[in-house]
C-alpha cells in the first residue's frame, strides 16, 4: 500500500512537472521543471528496483545534461516575442495532435496485454542478487560500444553548444575595449548653443 502510494505520488509530480516544461513562458523554469521530472522519473526507477539507471537518470541528465542546457539556455539570451507570435495560429494543430497522442496512450494502456494477468509480478530474487552488479556486467560486455559512441556524441554535443554560444551574433554590436580607451570628447559628445526661450506663464482666472 505504501509503495502504490509513493507511485502515485511521484506519478503526479512528474506528470505535472512535464505539463509545467512546455507551458512555462521563461525558458529556465521550463529547464527546471525539466529537472523536477528527471527526479521524480528517478524516484519511479527506484520503486522498480532499478538503482543503477536512478542514479545515472540524476548523474547524467539532471547533474551534467540540464547544466549545459541551461547554460546555453541563458547564454544565447533567447527573444521569446517571435516565438510568441504564432502561438495562436498554431494552436489548433497542436491540439489535434495532442488529442492524438492522448487517444494512443488510452488505446495502449486500455489493451489486453497489460493486464495483471498477462504481467505476473516477477520472482523473488536470490540470495546475493544485485540489478546493479547485473547491469554493471551488460554495459561493460555487450553494450560497451554502443555506449562509448553515445558519451562520443554527447561530447560533439557540448563542444558544439559551446561554439554556439561564443560566435558573434549577427546585428549586434561587439565592443573592443583598445577602441574605448582611444576615444575622445568630441567624437562622441556634441556642445551646441541654443538661445533661452521665455514662455509667459498665465494666471488661472
Same mark, same amino acid.
Do not use: C
Given at each position: $500500500?505504501?509503495?502504490?502510494?509513493?507511485?502515485?505520488?511521484?506519478?503526479?509530480?512528474?506528470?505535472?512537472?512535464?505539463? %509545467?516544461?512546455?507551458?512555462?513562458?521563461?525558458?529556465?523554469?521550463? %529547464?527546471?521543471?525539466?529537472?523536477?521530472?528527471?527526479?521524480?522519473?528517478?524516484? /519511479?526507477?527506484?520503486?522498480?528496483?532499478?538503482?543503477?539507471?536512478? /542514479?545515472?537518470?540524476?548523474?547524467?541528465?539532471?547533474?551534467?545534461?540540464?547544466?549545459?542546457?541551461?547554460?546555453?539556455?541563458?547564454?544565447?539570451?533567447?527573444?521569446?516575442?517571435?516565438?510568441?507570435?504564432?502561438?495562436?495560429?498554431?494552436?489548433?494543430?497542436?491540439?489535434?495532435?495532442?488529442?492524438?497522442?492522448?487517444?494512443? /496512450?488510452?488505446?495502449?494502456?486500455?489493451?489486453?496485454?497489460?493486464?495483471?494477468?498477462?504481467?505476473?509480478?516477477?520472482?523473488?530474487?536470490?540470495?546475493?542478487?544485485?540489478?546493479?552488479?547485473?547491469?554493471?556486467?551488460?554495459?561493460?560486455?555487450?553494450?560497451?560500444?554502443?555506449?562509448?559512441? %553515445?558519451?562520443?556524441?554527447?561530447?560533439?554535443?557540448?563542444?558544439?553548444? /559551446?561554439?554556439?554560444? $561564443?560566435?558573434?551574433?549577427?546585428?549586434?554590436?561587439?565592443?573592443?575595449?583598445?577602441?574605448?580607451?582611444?576615444?575622445?570628447?568630441?567624437?562622441?559628445?556634441?556642445?551646441?548653443?541654443?538661445?533661452?526661450?521665455?514662455?509667459?506663464?498665465?494666471?488661472?482666472?
Amino acid at each position: $500500500m505504501f509503495v502504490q502510494l509513493v507511485f502515485y505520488v511521484l506519478g503526479a509530480v512528474l506528470v505535472a512537472s512535464a505539463v %509545467a516544461v512546455i507551458t512555462a513562458r521563461n525558458p529556465v523554469h521550463s %529547464a527546471l521543471f525539466l529537472v523536477l521530472a528527471f527526479f521524480t522519473s528517478a524516484g /519511479i526507477w527506484l520503486l522498480l528496483e532499478a538503482e543503477f539507471l536512478a /542514479i545515472v537518470l540524476v548523474l547524467v541528465y539532471v547533474g551534467a545534461v540540464m547544466v549545459l542546457f541551461l547554460f546555453v539556455v541563458m547564454m544565447l539570451d533567447v527573444n521569446l516575442a517571435p516565438l510568441r507570435e504564432g502561438f495562436i495560429r498554431y494552436l489548433p494543430v497542436g491540439a489535434a495532435v495532442a488529442v492524438v497522442v492522448v487517444v494512443e /496512450i488510452a488505446l495502449v494502456i486500455g489493451a489486453s496485454g497489460f493486464d495483471l494477468g498477462s504481467m505476473p509480478a516477477p520472482p523473488a530474487h536470490e540470495a546475493g542478487y544485485s540489478n546493479t552488479k547485473e547491469l554493471g556486467a551488460l554495459l561493460y560486455t555487450v553494450y560497451v560500444y554502443p555506449f562509448e559512441i %553515445a558519451g562520443a556524441i554527447l561530447l560533439v554535443a557540448i563542444v558544439a553548444a /559551446i561554439a554556439l554560444t $561564443m560566435r558573434r551574433r549577427s546585428g549586434v554590436k561587439t565592443q573592443d575595449p583598445a577602441r574605448q580607451v582611444e576615444v575622445r570628447r568630441a567624437d562622441r559628445v556634441r556642445i551646441v548653443r541654443m538661445p533661452a526661450e521665455k514662455r509667459e506663464r498665465v494666471s488661472d482666472r
